[in-house]
């Protein structure tokens, strides 16, 4: 149906938010008549300034998943412990440990906020897996120490909800 030099296969090696935002970008560029060689370009540019970190509620689906041990996950939530996760070069990687969501949730903040941004031009986004509350508290913070940042909050998506289970908050920005 689609001429097959038309299709160009990229790995954005990134999920939820800012992998959006590559997908986006590269409509942009294409309705404006880039080659496919250059959106490839501009994408593998861009691929070096997205983050994407996230703060998991309940290990249930980590465990089920394979990701943590059935006595890692019993431990952590009789002790509280909240894995705060990010991807690096494509893969899930644990960033931190903390106790409470409370606690994960402000790691996200901080991590926004050390992350320098510039509200004119970097763009943050805000996912949640039925946890809305939570995600709009983590945006007002993050609007907070970046006045005038337009951050905008979604629903996470279910493939990786699978994954991260209920109440589970990401971050994501992309620095331009």
């Known amino acids: ?40 370009a501009h994408l593998e540019s861009l691929r070096n300034k997205v983050q994407f970190i996230a703060a998991i509620d309940d290990m249930t689906n980590l465990k089920k998943g394979g990701r943590v041990s059935a006595i890692q996950a019993g431990l952590g939530s009789m002790l509280q412990v909240k894995p ?9 990687a644990p960033l931190a440990k903390v106790r409470t969501f409370k606690k994960a949730l402000d790691f996200l903040v901080e ?43 979604l629903p996470l998506s279910l493939t990786v909800s699978v994954h991260a289970g209920p109440g589970a908050i990401g971050i994501g920005w992309i620095k331009r």
Do not use: C
């Open 84 to 92: 705060v996760l990010n991807i690096i070069d494509g893969s899930l």
């Open 111 to 153: 991590s926004a906020v050390e992350a320098g941004l510039n509200p004119e031009i970097d763009e943050v986004g805000v996912v949640h897996m039925d946890n809305l509350a939570a995600a709009e508290m983590v945006r007002d913070k993050v609007i907070a120490a970046y006045s005038g940042m337009n951050v905008v909050i």
């Open 1 to 40: 149906m689609v001429d097959a030099s038309k299709i160009h296969v990229f790995d954005t090696k990134m999920i939820a938010f800012p992998q959006g935002i590559m997908a986006i970008e590269a409509a942009k560029l294409a309705d404006e008549g880039k080659s496919g060689a250059e959106i490839i």
